[in-house]
């Protein structure tokens, strides 16, 4: 078996888009049309509501208080408004609820206080508002618990709703273009598109674009078709990049894990350019409603399993156990009593990760798919991103993971840790759980730990670890698809196939894969439709394209 390779794949483009070409297997029978999308147009408020890791959601929950009192944080915005409200269901507990932060500018101020509601002795309810991204806690418990650190076995029922700004604010690309005017905008643009684009003619045709949208005739860009997606080639080709050594066996303590260090960097925003307003900046939101140490043991999850998947000798250590594959940890998680669910999403890319001020820039990349349009033309879509979310949830290991082939790290297990704007979607085709098939969970993570293995070998001394020449984000997960599900439902997907007898697992499935650079076949509209997020707004010109497409 000889592996294909083809030309490193644009790295800005394709850090979270992937593309697909070949004999493809069959996608599901579902959806023959690309309508098969959810119309966000169809919720009341035209949005997605984004959904928290593993937190209190809004409505009402009752929780214990037998192991102390609880508490968890919220995301907060620019005037985020929310109203907590604490009761005791059985008439017999004191109820307290405080809030404090703002987080991450002070972890231990007191924004709000209340002990009662008279006259109901028995209700505790506060309102609160934010005045900046970042996040609140609350804590709810009982006079006794809070005030006299006195243990108070017993219920509360917590009611928690956000009245307003409950959402990162997000603002149309065109908007941010208008605000500025096209002279400062035009004047900015020889500077920055450089760096975005690097290829000369990728770079001039995205000028155009915005000129194109200044003479009022244009909505959709900046646009690049799937063949020129080798334009960003120069920021992968390092000059006599070495091959890198390969990694060293690494034995984990799971009790240093699970009590180890609990300050952690975040991410951050940086300008966009010297030339350009200081409000207007590259870079992801904090979730600030995952504290520090959260944060630390889903990165130590992550690190443990992309470690154990390469095989190389490294392992988790508990006494006199040892735990050596990705297969040995869930397996071992499961029977511990924790609760795996893994599902398949796909999103719209954040490739360009624009803010103005405090608000997410709406500023998808589109791809040109080479698909015709009844009118003329061809279809561009929003360059999509997919990955397999893993949420572990249990008496030890609490956390949530993606896992997809990207720039850094080649294939891999990432922590979940940024906002995601509300306008990149949010689209789950398939889930796979525990509590349902267990064993299906245990062979989903272990093909990702074969995956993973495989891909890093053959990147040994490829720049980025092979991203964009042995595949990008939806290859890996058309790979994990293709086994759990038997057939492909992403596009486009880059992968070059295998030549010759495929020798394991890995190059079975990579041989089915369809090879969108090649163009488009005849199961490109059909998975176009599986792939997005959301059809219509908030990118109201993608529903009449789709449209005329499936003409």
Not at 101 to 107: C, F, N, S, V
Not at 216 to 223: C, K, L, R
Not at 236 to 258: C, H, K, N
Not at 426 to 455: F, I, N, P, Q
Request: proline share 9%; charged share 20%; aromatic share 6%.
């Amino acid at each position: 078996m000889k592996l294909r390779t083809l030309p490193l794949l644009a790295l800005p483009l394709l850090t979270a888009a992937c593309d697909d070409g070949g004999d493809a297997a069959p996608a599901p029978a579902a959806s023959e049309k690309i309508t098969a999308a959810p119309d966000l147009a169809d919720k009341a408020d035209g949005t997605l509501v984004a959904r928290p890791q593993g937190r209190l959601l809004p409505g009402t929950t009752t929780v214990s208080l037998d192991a102390g009192p609880t508490s968890w944080r919220f995301n907060t915005f620019p005037g985020t408004r929310a109203k907590i409200t604490v009761t005791s269901p059985d008439g017999d507990l004191d109820p307290v609820v405080v809030v404090r932060g703002p987080i991450p500018q002070d972890l231990q101020a007191t924004v709000a206080w209340n002990d009662d509601r008279s006259p109901d002795e028995f209700t505790a309810e506060v309102e609160v508002t934010a005045d900046a991204t970042g996040a609140f806690e609350v804590v709810a418990g009982t006079y006794g618990q809070l005030q006299l650190g006195q243990a108070t076995p017993g219920r509360l029922t917590v009611d928690f709703q956000c009245l307003a700004a409950c959402e990162l604010p997000q603002i149309p690309l065109a908007t941010v273009l208008e605000q500025f005017g096209e002279p400062a905008v035009q004047g900015a643009l020889g500077q920055v598109l450089p760096t975005l684009f690097p290829d000369p003619a990728t770079a001039a045709a995205v000028e155009a674009q915005v000129s194109a949208f200044f003479a009022g005739d244009q909505d959709v860009f900046p646009v690049v078709t799937l063949a020129h997606l080798g334009a960003a080639q120069p920021l992968l080709e390092l000059a006599a990049q070495a091959p890198a050594p390969p990694p060293e066996p690494v034995t984990f303590d799971l009790g240093e894990l699970l009590t180890k260090r609990c300050t952690v960097e975040r991410t951050t925003r940086s300008p966009l350019h010297p030339d350009l307003p200081a409000e207007l900046t590259r870079g992801g939101w904090p979730d600030y409603a995952l504290d520090d140490c959260t944060v630390q043991r889903q990165r130590d999850f992550a690190e443990v399993l992309n470690n154990l998947a390469l095989d190389n000798g490294s392992a988790v250590v508990s006494g006199p156990t040892r735990y050596e594959s990705v297969e040995d940890v869930f397996v071992a998680l499961i029977d511990a009593g924790h609760h795996v669910r893994v599902e398949n999403n796909r999103y719209f890319a954040n490739f360009l990760s624009l803010n103005l001020g405090p608000a997410s820039v709406i500023a998808p990349v589109w791809l040109d798919t080479g698909l015709p349009l009844a009118d003329g033309g061809t279809l561009p879509i929003p360059a999509p991103h997919s990955h397999h979310d893993v949420f572990v949830t249990g008496p030890l290991v609490n956390a949530r993971l993606m896992y997809y082939m990207g720039t850094d790290n080649g294939v891999s297990f990432r922590s979940v840790e940024t906002l995601r704007p509300d306008w990149v979607g949010e689209r789950t085709l398939y889930t796979y759980d525990s509590a349902d098939d267990a064993d299906r969970v245990v062979r989903l993570m272990t093909l990702a730990g074969r995956l993973r293995k495989v891909w890093t070998e053959r990147g040994q001394g490829l720049p980025a670890l092979g991203y964009g020449q042995l595949g990008v984000c939806n290859d890996s997960t058309a790979v994990l698809e293709l086994e759990a599900e038997g057939s492909v439902s992403l596009y486009p997907l880059a992968q070059p196939g295998v030549e010759g007898a495929p020798q394991d697992q890995v190059d079975a499935l990579l041989a089915q894969l369809p090879q969108d650079l090649a163009g488009p076949d005849a199961t490109a509209l059909t998975r176009i439709g599986l792939t997005l997020p959301y059809t219509g707004a908030p990118l109201p010109a993608l529903a009449g394209l789709l449209e005329a497409a499936a003409r």
